[in-house]
T-cell receptor, first 114, second 112 residues
Framework: KAGVTQTPRYLIKTRGQQVTLSCSPI?????VSWYQQTPGQGLQFLFE???????NKGNFPGRFSGRQFSNSRSEMNVSTLELGDSALYLC?????????????FGPGTRLTVL | GNSVTQMEGPVTLSEEAFLTINCTYT??????LFWYVQYPGEGLQLLLK?????DKGSNKGFEATYRKETTSFHLEKGSVQVSDSAVYFC???????????FGKGTRLSVIA
């Protein structure tokens, strides 16, 4: 079974631009979560989608948004990029998103904002 | 709130040494507990998990036991290898569809 895939793997943007990251979950998984990883803050939860609905949201500004499509693929968008948005963005999928479910992570998208 | 505290790294060990990485948690309820590992340049991989008190998760020689009385989930391995060098994250998830809460991570370096 193919794992979680994320595209692109690397991105370089400048302040003020916007960016869209894509995540394809494991086949059959309906829950997709996004996390931001930085050296200072560690791993922080952004949001979770299940059956095209945002089910949970972390404490991030409205510049961070996402969506999920009917095939469970998900995108996240960051508008008006700031230097502090430079991070590794990780996507994870699970069957139902329940606490006992294992979340399987993709390799991440490394975003650098100049 | 809900949180996970891991021992600060980095941890440097010689090959075949015994490994312990401490993890304690604070949670309102009965969480599921996880250890994830991140190798350089990669995403996170599940190492092991336990979903209820006294459960022991194990994988690839690593073990951790869910201790409700001490709110702990310490990771152990009897004999580490150079290939175990990575960052290890302890995490919890509460009942329902709540997200993972991660510790800060512990970097392990194993030298030959």
């Amino acid at each position: 079974k193919a794992g979680v895939t994320q595209t692109p793997r690397y991105l370089i943007k400048t302040r003020g631009q916007q960016v869209t990251l894509s995540c394809s979950p494991i086949s059959g998984h309906r829950s997709v979560s996004w996390y931001q990883q930085t050296p200072g803050q560690g791993l922080q939860f952004l949001f979770e989608y299940f059956s095209e609905t945002q089910r949970n949201k972390g404490n991030f500004p409205g510049r961070f948004s996402g969506r999920q499509f009917s095939n469970s693929r998900s995108e996240m968008n960051v508008s008006t990029l700031e230097l502090g948005d430079s991070a590794l963005y990780l996507c994870a999928s699970s069957g139902t998103g329940q606490s006992t479910d294992t979340q399987y992570f993709g390799p991440g998208t490394r975003l650098t904002v100049l | 709130g809900n949180s996970v505290t891991q021992m600060e790294g980095p941890v440097t060990l010689s090959e075949e040494a015994f490994l312990t990485i401490n993890c304690t948690y604070t949670a309102t309820g009965y969480p599921s507990l996880f250890w994830y590992v991140q190798y350089p340049g990669e995403g996170l991989q599940l190492l092991l998990k336990a979903t209820k008190a006294d459960d022991k998760g194990s994988n690839k020689g690593f073990e951790a036991t869910y201790r409700k009385e001490t709110t702990s989930f310490h990771l152990e391995k009897g004999s580490v290898q150079v290939s175990d060098s990575a960052v290890y994250f302890c995490a919890l998830s509460l009942s329902g569809n709540t997200p993972l809460v991660f510790g800060k991570g512990t970097r392990l370096s194993v030298i030959a």
